[in-house]
């Protein structure tokens, strides 16, 4: 059974850094592309990094300079480091396979997330 579970999540004040951590499991985790999801309150998933198998990344320019995605394939874990954040990156935190930037959805259902709240 795939369980993907995320943490790290809180309150934390403009231009503050926050890690957050997806453990996976139920899945070949180390061949998977991986990405961070975030879904504001009135708003869609919208997907805001990703990372291949051998450890390329991308990222939405909304992030770019101060997001840093990585992965621990020996801990099937994906990470986000969030730098001199904003309160609009104020959502709530999700991770799962994403093949492509434009991705909205990933292979496996959602787990519960992890809500990140920015205040300025």
């Known amino acids: 059974q795939v369980q993907l579970v995320e943490s790290g999540g809180g309150l934390v004040l403009a231009g503050g850094s926050l890690r957050l951590s997806c453990l996976a499991s139920g899945m070949v985790f180390s061949r998977l592309r991986m990405g961070w999801y975030r879904q504001a309150p009135g708003k869609g998933r919208e997907l805001v990094a990703l990372?291949?198998?051998?450890?390329?990344?991308n990222y939405a320019d909304s992030v770019k300079g101060r997001f840093t995605i990585s992965r621990d394939n020996a801990k099937n874990t994906v990470y986000l480091q969030m730098n001199r954040v904003k309160p609009e990156d104020t959502a709530v935190y999700y991770c799962?396979?994403?093949?492509?930037?434009?991705?909205?959805?990933?292979?496996?259902?959602w787990g519960q997330g992890t809500q990140v709240t920015v205040s300025s």
């Open positions: 799962n396979t994403a093949d492509t930037m434009t991705a909205t959805s990933g292979r496996y259902d």
């Open positions: 990372i291949t198998s051998g450890g390329n990344t």
